[in-house]
């Protein structure tokens, strides 16, 4: 039996639950109001995005994280004529960590953005592929990576974990 689309629209109302989030972003006026820790690695992820390679899109993406050891390592965009072959900054600072560093835990990552021939930075946060890495390191270290991202007019947000960022998050329980 064929449903009309009133009759589905009633089921659908009537059947459906709500499911609520809660984001929880902190956002800070300045770079100056982060805390020590958090501002030094902003400041390592402008560093990096200022020797990203981005001829093409000319936006230059810098990222820093922080490890339990106390190390910081950047990673910036890099971009490639065929676009799929480029990757984010995020990406390339998490798997250098990985690579480099593979049992050090992550406390921290920072990202930043700038337009070619502009000063300021601007808005940045993770794209949905980044997320789901950020996502990977957590479950494999088993603890939250605290995410600061530089935002419009100067404004930096800081979340606590990736789940804030990617709710619905794809893993290893899905497999």
Known sequence: MLFSPNLYAFFSENMAKTIQLNIIIRVYQSIEELPAAERHLLEQARLAAEKAYAPYSNFY?????LT????????NNQENA??????????TALFAAGANNPNSQIQMLAVTARRKGEARYTAANPCGACRQVIAEYEDRQKIPIRIIMEG???EIWVADSI???LPFRFSRENL
């Open 163 to 165: 789940n804030m960022l």
């Open 82 to 91: 065929a676009y799929p072959s480029g990757l984010c900054a995020e990406r």
């Open 61 to 65: 993406v810098g990222a820093a994280l």
């Open 68 to 75: 339990a050891d106390g190390d910081i390592i950047r990673g």
């Open 152 to 154: 419009q007019n100067g």
